[in-house]
């Protein structure tokens, strides 16, 4: 569980690689040179965490690419203390980030194997989610909603009605649909009954899946 001034000479590296690619948002960033991705890999393939790609986990799984995770959170557009449903734990890189801008974060993950990990790692590594939960992203978490922002670190072949109903008014879903590859959506609600959708370019993620395992 080391973290040395070298991978913090990495990190400050993957952060400049991402303002390249048009990453604007300094929390965002910062929280990229803060967090400590080496950690959230097998250690054999430390030398690969803090290049710009995605990477293998349990459960064959994957850690998003950096890239990914930092434009999701800055589409977010996150205020400090805003209540956040995150659907698809996975390594609980993308919810160090969410916590890192000082959201509230509720996770689902529906992978027990990397459930259980994640859930005894993170508070390891002082990231404490306000809940863990074991369960089906698909339909959300009604008895903590409405939020303000929902994310979903999956891919999904539709977008599932729950998590558009678990929204507060003005809050927003961003979720990657579609099969192959998706399109990164984000919803934004106007009113009970009507939200906006924009399109916001193609992108690669292992798929949502329904149910728990």
């Not at 950690?39 to 393939?45: A, E, G, K, T, V």
């Not at 916590?99 to 508070?123: C, D, G, M, Y």
Request: proline residues 5%.
């Amino acid at each position: 569980m080391k973290d040395t001034s070298k991978h913090q000479g990495l990190r400050n590296q993957l952060a400049n690689v991402l303002v390249a690619k048009g990453i604007t948002d300094k929390n965002v960033l910062n929280a990229i040179r803060k967090i400590p991705r080496h950690l959230f890999i097998d250690s054999s393939f430390e030398a690969h965490a803090y290049q710009d790609k995605a990477f293998p986990i349990a459960a064959e799984q994957t850690i998003s690419q950096p890239y990914t995770v930092a434009f999701q959170s800055q589409t977010l557009a996150l205020k400090s203390g805003e209540k956040v449903l995150e659907i698809g734990t996975g390594s609980g890189y993308q919810t160090a980030v969410l916590l890192e801008l000082n959201a509230e974060v509720f996770t689902i993950e529906r992978q027990r194997e990397l459930f259980k990990k994640t859930s005894l790692f993170l508070p390891k590594i002082g990231y404490k989610p306000k809940k863990f939960i074991f369960g089906d992203g698909y339909i959300g978490l009604k008895d903590q909603a409405p939020f303000d922002k929902i994310i979903v670190t999956a891919g999904a072949p539709f977008v599932p009605k729950p998590l558009l109903a678990q929204l507060k008014i003005g809050g927003m879903l961003l979720i990657p649909v579609g099969d192959e590859t998706q399109i990164m959506t984000l919803f934004t609600r106007k009113s009970a009954k009507e939200f906006e959708k924009q399109e916001l370019g193609d992108f690669a993620f292992v798929p949502m899946l329904e149910e728990k395992n």
